[in-house]
């Protein structure tokens, strides 16, 4: 039975580096979490440039599709070719994480593209959406905190927020006392900084925030990959919902014997709880809301930008 499991996984994993486009398709909940990652061959492109071709490209391009950097006509197939526009969301890609602009796939490009993250856009229309707020007209700038579309953010009259796990979408590595403390952590953390407060509920159906594990389709159109690809993703204000992919190897504690792909879950729902927030995606690596963040990796703690950018939406605890 075991060993069914590990060849569906396995199967999965080829299904999403095959074609890995928006559409939702059936994966069921797994518990055998050792295949490689989501994204392993990106490894194949290392050193392609404009002009290249390959079987792996239609994988890319649907990649930067996925996250705002590139737009593929509907009913059009991503070809096999490093062309025109994929070098120009090559060399917007590198700009949004700091890295060498070449418009080439270097090492360190792959890197990063091989690298676990959010599944929220970090380019919205085709512009990338690293814009702060001064004298209270918005500019575009880089290295900076982002909102989504329009400011969303919670209503005055919603500022006691309710939190619940989903009971039908659970993981069994993590406890449900763990669960509680990590998200309690994770929401004080906001909550230290501006005037909103968050309190857990059992009442599912009528939490304002609801959280739950989910496996490749799940009705969202936002279907999960597998290991190490996607972690999570969440919803802009007022929605609520915050889903995180099962087939990650989740811990609450990275000293314990965890393996190479384990996720901090703690690290991964306080970026999360920034979306739910109103906050986008930052350029600053040692943001919260950074993308993205490598296995083996705790970042829990707020830095200035991810807490000037809450503040915009909302104020701070001292007013």
């Not at 705790?298 to 104020?315: A, C, F, P, S, T």
Request: net charge negative.
């Amino acid at each position: 039975m075991e060993f069914m499991k590990l060849l569906f996984i396995a199967s999965f994993c080829v299904i999403v580096c095959e074609g890995m486009k928006t559409k939702e398709f059936f994966s069921p909940k797994l518990s055998n979490k050792s295949v490689e990652s989501a994204w392993e061959c990106f490894k194949n492109l290392t050193g392609a440039q404009r002009g290249f071709t390959s079987k792996a490209m239609p994988n890319l391009k649907h990649y930067f599709q996925k996250f705002g950097y590139l737009s593929i006509p509907d009913g059009e197939n991503a070809t096999e070719e490093f062309d025109e526009m994929t070098e120009s969301a090559v060399n917007m890609y590198q700009q949004n994480f700091g890295l060498k602009v070449t418009g080439k796939l270097d090492q360190q490009t792959v890197t990063q593209l091989m690298t676990p993250r959010c599944g929220r856009e970090d380019v919205i229309n085709g512009t990338t959406v690293m814009w702060r707020k001064n004298g209270g007209n918005f500019s575009y700038g880089t290295k900076h905190y982002t909102y989504f579309t329009g400011t969303p953010r919670w209503s005055v009259n919603r500022r006691h927020l309710t939190y619940a796990f989903d009971p039908d979408n659970e993981v069994t590595e993590i406890t449900q006392t763990e669960m509680q403390t990590v998200f309690a952590s994770a929401f004080q953390r906001w909550a230290a900084v501006i005037p909103l407060t968050f309190t857990e509920t059992d009442d599912f159906s009528s939490a304002d925030i609801t959280i739950g594990f989910f496996y490749g389709s799940h009705g969202d159109g936002n279907p999960f990959d597998g290991v190490g690809g996607v972690l999570g993703h969440s919803f802009a204000p007022e929605d609520g919902r915050l889903h995180l992919d099962g087939a990650e190897s989740w811990t609450v504690n990275l000293e314990s014997n965890s393996p190479m792909t384990a996720i901090d879950l703690e690290s991964v729902a306080t970026h999360e709880i920034g979306h739910i927030l109103g906050l986008g995606h930052s350029s600053i690596q040692e943001a919260i809301m950074y993308p993205s963040i490598p296995a083996q990796t705790i970042k829990v703690d707020l830095q200035n930008d991810d807490v000037e950018g809450v503040q915009g939406l909302y104020g701070s605890n001292s007013n």
